[in-house]
C-alpha cells in the first residue's frame, strides 16, 4: 500500500525506463508496455468512471498474464474527450525520493549552444490581443476567468539529452513533482510541476491548487516585496478563491471532511511565487479511485477558468493550437485506486533537437495584458534554465 516501498517484478537496471514520477510522497520508475490505454478521461459526462472500468478490466489482464499488483501511469490531456495516454507497465519499482542534492546537474544545453529557430505562438501582440476578447467577455458576464496559453517552438544545434534535463530540474526545483513520459507520437514529455491536482491513500486525499502568480527577483530585498505584493493583490486573491471553491465544491459531497484554508499561503519555486492552498479531506467511502477523483477535478479554473464549458470554448477560439497534453495531469494509481496526479505545468516535450515549451496565465477582472506576458515569460524560465537555454533578447 501507498506507505510501503514496493518493487514490483524488479526493473533490471539495463531495461530502458518508459515513465518516471517523482514526489515527495512517491516516486515511480516504470518500464515496458503491457497495455496502452487511449480511451478518453470523460465519456458522456461520467467524469471517468468509464475509463477507470476499463482500466480496471485492462489490470486484470495484466494480472492474469502475470503482471503482480499492476498499476496505471501516464497522462490524460487538457481536453478531457481527447484520447489518454496512459499504459499499463510490465515492470515498476516504488521509492521514497532521495536528496536531490547528490544529482549531478548535466547541462545537456549550455546557454551558449546555437539556437537555430525561434517561434511563440501567439507573439506578443497576438496574446495582448487574445487578453482584450477575453476581460470584454469577462466585462459582459460570460466568464468570470479563462486561461490563456502561449506555446514556444525553439530548435537548437546538437540534439537534447533528456536524462541530463531531468536531473537539472531536479535539482533546480527539488519539491516539484517531476515527471518524463516517452509519447506514442515520438518525444518525451518533461517537466516539474509544482501543483498537485489529487493524491489519495486509502479514505484520504490532499491536494494543492496554486492560483495567483508573481515573478521572482534575484535580489532578495525585491523579491519579498514582490511576494508581499502577490499576498496584498485582490485581484490574485480572488483568482486564487475561485480555484479553492470549484475544488472543494466537486470534492465536500464526496467527503466526511475537508479541511480548506480561509486565506492561501506562499509556495515557491526557483522562479516563481505562487498562491497557494493545501487541502485535505477524508473520504466518506473508499470506492472513488484516485483516477475518478482526478477526472472529476481537471480541468480546474487554475487551468481552463470558470465556467469550465464556456472558458474551454473560449479558449478555442482564441489560442491558435491545440493544448494537448500541456495543462493535462500526469501521475498514477494502483489497483486500489490509490495514487497521484500532478499538473502539467513547467513543462515541455523534447523531440531530438526541438523544444515545445507551454505556460499560461489566468484573465480575471483587472488583468492586465503585458504584466500577464511577464508572469508566462517567467513560467517558461523553469524549462529554459533546465536545458541552459537562453532565448535571444
Known amino acids: 500500500m501507498f506507505d510501503a516501498i514496493v518493487t514490483q517484478a524488479s526493473n533490471p537496471p539495463e531495461r530502458p525506463v518508459d515513465f518516471s514520477y517523482y514526489s515527495a510522497h512517491r516516486c515511480v520508475i516504470a518500464s515496458g508496455i503491457f497495455e496502452q490505454i487511449s480511451q478518453p478521461a470523460q465519456t458522456d ?27 496505471v501511469v501516464g497522462a490524460i490531456p487538457f481536453d478531457t474527450r481527447r484520447p489518454s495516454c496512459l499504459f499499463i507497465p510490465q515492470y515498476y519499482h516504488f521509492s521514497l525520493r532521495q536528496a536531490d542534492a547528490s544529482l549531478a546537474s548535466c547541462n545537456c544545453v549550455s546557454p551558449t549552444t546555437t539556437i537555430t ?31 490563456l496559453s502561449r506555446l514556444l517552438d525553439v530548435d537548437v544545434a546538437q540534439p537534447i539529452d533528456c536524462l541530463a534535463v531531468m536531473n537539472n530540474l531536479r535539482v533546480q526545483n527539488p519539491h516539484a513533482y517531476h515527471f518524463s513520459l516517452p509519447l506514442p507520437e515520438g518525444g518525451v514529455l518533461i517537466g516539474a510541476s509544482p501543483e498537485l491536482l489529487i493524491r489519495k491513500n486509502a479514505r484520504r486525499i490532499w491536494s494543492n491548487p496554486l492560483a495567483g502568480s508573481i515573478c521572482r527577483h534575484q535580489d ?14 485582490h485581484k490574485d486573491q480572488q483568482e486564487h478563491r475561485m480555484v479553492v471553491d470549484d475544488i472543494a465544491r466537486h470534492l465536500r459531497p464526496l467527503c466526511r471532511q475537508l479541511i ?3 486565506t ?16 485535505e479531506g477524508e473520504l466518506c467511502q473508499t470506492d472513488n479511485s484516485v483516477m475518478q477523483l482526478a477526472c472529476l477535478l481537471h480541468p480546474t479554473p487554475a487551468m481552463c477558468g470558470t465556467p469550465t464549458a464556456a472558458a474551454r470554448q473560449l479558449i478555442a ?14 501521475g498514477w494509481s494502483d489497483e486500489h ?12 516535450i523534447i523531440r531530438q533537437q526541438q523544444v515545445r515549451f507551454f505556460a499560461g496565465a489566468g484573465i480575471v477582472e483587472g488583468s492586465d495584458a503585458q504584466k500577464e506576458w511577464e508572469e508566462i515569460a517567467g513560467k517558461l524560465e523553469t524549462m529554459l534554465r533546465a536545458l541552459g537555454l537562453q532565448l535571444p533578447g
Not at 461520467?46 to 489490470?59: E, V
Not at 492561501?264 to 487541502?279: D, Q, R, V
Not at 477560439?317 to 500526469?330: A, C, H, K, N
Open 45 to 71: 459526462g461520467d467524469n471517468g468512471q468509464s475509463l477507470w472500468q476499463k482500466i480496471q478490466a485492462t489490470m486484470a489482464r495484466a494480472r492474469a498474464q502475470g503482471v503482480s499488483a499492476p498499476i
Open 117 to 147: 529557430h525561434v517561434n511563440s505562438m501567439p507573439d506578443a501582440r497576438h496574446f495582448q490581443t487574445a487578453v482584450g476578447a477575453a476581460l470584454r467577455c469577462v466585462r459582459q458576464g460570460e466568464i468570470r476567468k479563462v486561461v
Open 220 to 233: 532578495p530585498q525585491r523579491d519579498k516585496l514582490q511576494c508581499q505584493q502577490l499576498l496584498d493583490s
Open 260 to 262: 480548506t484554508p480561509s
Open 264 to 279: 492561501p499561503s506562499l509556495l515557491a519555486t526557483n522562479t516563481m511565487w505562487h498562491l497557494s492552498s493545501p487541502i
Open 317 to 330: 477560439e482564441l489560442e491558435p493550437y491545440d493544448r494537448g497534453l500541456f495543462s493535462g495531469i500526469v
Open 337 to 348: 485506486g490509490d495514487g497521484e496526479w500532478a499538473i502539467i505545468i513547467r513543462s515541455a
